[in-house]
């Protein structure tokens, strides 16, 4: 078996996982599958909505003996994949994989592995590395709601293609943060130095009254900052410990409170929503308290950057950069050459402590809003 084509993969079709329930199960009149083959082992770690690559068992008379899927997995059940191969969707029975993992987003143009990608393929990336609550999608798009908590998990990405024409998709938003009684905000994207009037929805939106930003200064242009974890200046003899845990600690979470407003509940849903993510720490050695921060998430031959903070008292010796680099060093033991950051173009030492340490501007974008929220 080659995998069988499924629906047509531009049109406008079901949610994948509900066809997939409708396969009969264990007793219902079908002979009872295995579900504990290597196959299932082997897929069982695949993120649903990551980009993967299935090594694919082919029927015996076959000319070769497998073949590879390359895409993003759209659901799964204890019998089948559901593979968007962008040529076409196609069912892969679990028990004939071979192979399978989540890999980094595809190369879109030439360089190294942090100036490739894709601004959209970047920006879905990182929505992965900082989860709202509340998802849904509209074609391309990715609707996030997460109780007011950061922009980036409550408002819309605009990526590719919402499946309606721009107003109807835009009315379609507005109602869906209508119905969480929570004001519509879009995130829209370009090249450095980008006019939101050049993008069409920016340009729709900016027609019907949105503001660019919003009214905040740290809204109006944020930078998406990339480089190579190989470049980051390595930890020394001379560097503070940086403490790394894969759980939130509430003292974790009281020192991310000091850096910012805090939603109790939905801000701990979000730091711990990714697939994997680690908490630094770094502690002052006089009085056991934290006193820098930082958030590592954790992708296929990507990490992320969030939240690096240290108490003022204690800044300008180093901290933040030791945490970076740590961070690196992570990343380049998991085989992550590639790291991204997000900066508000406001915040000029920022933008350039993040230079400092070898990161420059992928891409650019901006939250719409309406004047009223």
Do not use: C
């Not at 068992?57 to 000319?63: A, D, I, K, N, T």
């Not at 029975?93 to 143009?109: F, M, T, Y």
């Not at 360089?111 to 999608?137: C, F, N, Q, Y």
């Not at 849903?269 to 720490?281: H, M």
């Amino acid at each position: 078996m080659t995998g069988d084509p499924t629906h047509d993969p531009a049109a406008e079709t079901p949610d994948e996982s509900a066809r997939l329930s409708a396969v009969p199960a264990s007793g219902e009149g079908s002979a009872a599958p295995a579900t504990d083959t290597p196959g299932h082992r082997l897929s069982a770690g695949l993120t649903i909505g990551s980009r993967v690559v299935v090594r694919y068992r082919l029927e015996e008379g076959s000319r070769a003996r497998a073949t590879d899927f390359i895409g993003e997995l759209i659901a799964r059940n204890d019998d089948f994949l559901i593979v968007d191969t962008k040529k076409e969707r196609v069912k892969l029975i679990r028990a004939d994989v071979i192979a399978a993992k989540d890999v980094p987003p595809p190369a879109s143009r030439p360089g190294p592995a942090h100036e490739r990608v894709s601004a959209d393929d970047l920006e879905k990336l990182m929505a992965k590395g900082w989860v709202a609550i509340d998802t849904a999608g509209l074609g391309d798009w990715v609707l996030r709601s997460a109780s007011g908590f950061t922009g980036r998990a409550n408002s819309a990405l605009v990526v590719g293609d919402p499946s309606l024409p721009v107003d109807r998709a835009i009315d379609y938003v507005e109602r869906w943060y209508a119905e969480r009684d929570a004001p519509p905000l879009f995130q829209v994207h370009g090249e450095p130095g980008f006019a939101v009037e050049d993008v069409p929805t920016g340009a729709a939106l900016l027609e019907r009254g949105y503001a660019a930003g919003g009214g905040r200064p740290d809204w109006a242009r944020v930078l998406v900052m990339t480089g190579l974890s190989a470049n980051v200046p390595p930890l020394t003899t001379e560097s503070v410990p940086v403490t790394a845990d894969a759980t939130l600690s509430p003292e974790w979470l009281m020192t991310y409170g000091r850096s910012r407003s805090v939603v109790p509940g939905a801000t701990e849903a979000v730091l711990t929503g990714s697939d994997g993510q680690l908490f630094l720490s770094v502690r002052d050695e006089a009085t056991g308290q934290i006193i820098g921060i930082g958030r590592m998430a954790i992708h296929p031959g990507w990490a992320g950057i969030f939240g690096v903070w240290v108490d003022p008292e204690h800044r300008r010796r180093g901290i933040a950069s030791t945490m970076v680099s740590a961070v690196a060093m992570v990343a380049r033991e998991n085989a992550m050459p590639a790291i991204y950051l997000q900066v508000s173009g406001d915040n000029a030492h920022g933008v350039a402590f993040w230079r400092g340490l070898g990161f420059g501007v992928h891409h650019e974008y901006t939250y719409l809003a309406q004047p009223s929220a």
